[in-house]
């Protein structure tokens, strides 16, 4: 038995060698080879070779876009900041993922920001859920900070390098498990014997950091509920969702009247800065429990209510008569495909590029009208004018289309002051 302890015990500490120790805020970097390292004059390196340097690892992927935005920002910071720091963007895709997005994308094609592909080591090292995550190594292979993407700026690593970064918060990742309750009873006030077994409740609440949007629903037939979770959704995706419609796939932003004044939180725009930080301030959760024998229709109904009365506003979906640009045929004659652009746009890319421009007025084809002669035909159209109709229509004529501004019944969702 002796034999057999000793054995177990030292398979067991074998074990635990092999796992990599994470390193946290103030523990040392310790000796690294890395691998796979692309966009760089040097394929694998030795980390210990940078000593001296700060290093900025920016673990990130080619399909998040925050992400891809950091990449382009960490090009401008090397210029100013590359004789006292080292940037590099880590990723856990494979080497020829990767090496695609280089050659192919706009920012990969420009950049020169070396990035490590395929890692593991890395990411073991400093463990994360939400992208894009930034570790901050000093010149002495010291770990300093953990940060999300918006530290990466003048400011900040002017901070940095000054020694001010133990002051900034760590960045909270942690395992967010949706099959479980965000609201709980206090335990201190009820335990497994005298909590509810069947109850309804409802939360809303404003952005939670760290949590990867989403939504799910779970059922719980014992308890006989349903719990309903949407997980930093903005506005449009919240209401939407509860009217049985996908914001910007089946529906638009040209479909939604609300006052211009404060539209900013509704609608996204390059001008209101990065797509992170507009989502930081304006996307929102919510978690409500109802009984299992409620039907779908009056769950949605009054989940709506709830964000009503959150919001303070009175939201609802209408099919309105209002002004359109309605595309119509110029005559009934065969249509040839003529000024054929593989660079162009579809009939109903036009229509989707026009309705994602708020305030514009919805485009819709005219109803009845078969359309089937379009399909595969791409239209040669400036679409950096479709705010001008004239326009539009000029580069229409050729196809033997054309918009009319008509009065037309169309799906709306209406936002109005409660």
């Known amino acids: 038995m ?44 030795d980390l210990s070779e940078l000593k001296g340097k700060h290093i900025v690892f920016d673990f990130g992927s080619t399909y998040c876009p925050p992400c891809i935005e950091s990449l382009g920002k960490m090009e401008s910071l090397k ?71 918006e530290y990466l700026s003048i400011d900040y690593i002017k901070s940095y390098l000054q020694g001010h970064s133990t002051s900034w918060p760590v960045k909270w990742d942690f395992p967010y498990d949706k099959n479980k309750a965000m609201l709980v009873f206090n335990p201190d006030n009820f335990n497994h014997t005298n909590t ?55 529906f638009f932003n040209a479909q939604v009247l609300v006052d211009t004044a404060g539209s900013d939180k509704y609608f996204y725009s390059p001008k209101l800065g990065s797509r992170s930080k507009w989502n930081t301030k304006n996307t929102y959760c919510y978690e409500m429990v109802f009984p299992l024998s409620m039907s779908q229709s009056k769950i949605n109904e009054r989940i709506v209510q709830q964000l009503n009365l959150y919001f303070g506003l009175d939201v609802q979906l209408k099919n309105l008569k209002r002004p359109c640009w309605v595309l119509s045929r110029v005559s009934a004659s065969k249509i ?42 791409v239209l040669d159209v400036d679409l950096t004018k479709l705010d001008d109709i004239d326009k539009i229509n000029h580069d229409l004529e050729s196809y033997g289309l054309t918009f009319k501004i008509l009065d037309h019944e169309i799906e709306t969702l209406v936002i109005e002051k409660n």
Do not use: C
């Open 2 to 45: 002796r034999f057999l302890f000793i054995l177990v015990q030292l398979t067991s500490m074998l074990y635990a060698q092999t796992l990599v120790t994470p390193i946290g805020i103030g523990e040392e970097l310790p000796p690294l080879t890395i691998e796979n390292i692309l966009n760089s004059e040097h394929r694998s390196m």
């Open 79 to 149: 210029r100013l900041f590359g004789e006292n720091m080292e940037f590099f963007m880590v990723m856990h895709e494979p080497v020829e993922k990767v090496d695609k997005f280089l050659q192919h994308s706009e920012v990969g094609k420009s950049s020169t920001i070396p990035i490590i592909a395929a890692d593991t080591i890395l990411h073991q090292k400093f463990r994360h859920i939400a992208q894009p995550h930034i570790v901050w190594i000093d010149e002495k292979g010291i770990a300093k900070a953990f940060t999300g993407r």
């Open 196 to 250: 509810p077994k069947r109850f309804i409740s409802s939360m809303v609440s404003d952005h939670m950091e760290g949590l990867v949007w989403g939504g799910k629903s779970q059922v719980d037939p014992v308890k006989k509920q349903i719990r309903l979770t949407a997980i930093n959704l903005n506005f449009l995706q919240l209401y939407l969702r509860n009217f049985s419609r996908t914001y910007d796939l089946d």
């Open 336 to 377: 040839e495909k003529v000024n054929v652009d593989e660079n162009g746009v579809s009939v109903k890319g036009l229509l989707r590029t026009i309705n994602r421009i708020p305030f514009h007025l919805p485009a819709v084809i005219e109803k009845d009208l078969d359309f089937t002669a379009y399909n595969g035909l």
